[in-house]
């Protein structure tokens, strides 16, 4: 059983940024691919990014490349979401996700294990 808590959400003006940090429970945190989803209000989820066990492969959505960068630190059971140039259309409840898998890591199904979710607010 793996609990993620979220954390670093707030208020920004759109341009600044943004660090969200996820702190993983559990021994194994290493052997677990992270991700992060988003969910607007009337929206449906979608997929921010990801990152593999090992931290070797990260992937984005195409609304967020080149802005936000994932990572993770296996010593301290985190995983972290920069980011930067934020716009009005980042604002959502941003959810920090678990699965021991390795594949469909854009797909919500491939997670086991979801947090409560921080909300992200960008002021115009």
């Known amino acids: 059983q793996v609990q993620l808590v979220e954390s670093g959400g707030g208020l920004v003006q759109a341009g600044g940024s943004l660090r969200l940090s996820c702190r993983a429970s559990g021994r194994t945190f290493s052997s677990y691919s992270m991700g992060w989803f988003r969910q607007a209000p009337g929206k449906e989820l979608e997929y921010v990014a990801s990152i593999l066990w090992s931290g070797g492969s990260t992937s984005y959505a195409d609304s967020v490349k080149g802005r936000f960068t994932i990572s993770r630190d296996n010593a301290k059971n985190t995983v972290c979401l920069q980011m930067n140039s934020l716009e009005p259309e980042d604002t959502a409840v941003y959810y920090c996700?678990?699965?021991?898998?390795?594949?469909?890591?854009?797909?919500?199904?491939?997670?086991?294990?979801w947090g409560q979710g921080t909300q992200v607010t960008v002021s115009s």
């Open positions: 996700v678990a699965t021991r898998g390795t594949i469909n890591l854009r797909r919500q199904y491939a997670y086991d294990y």
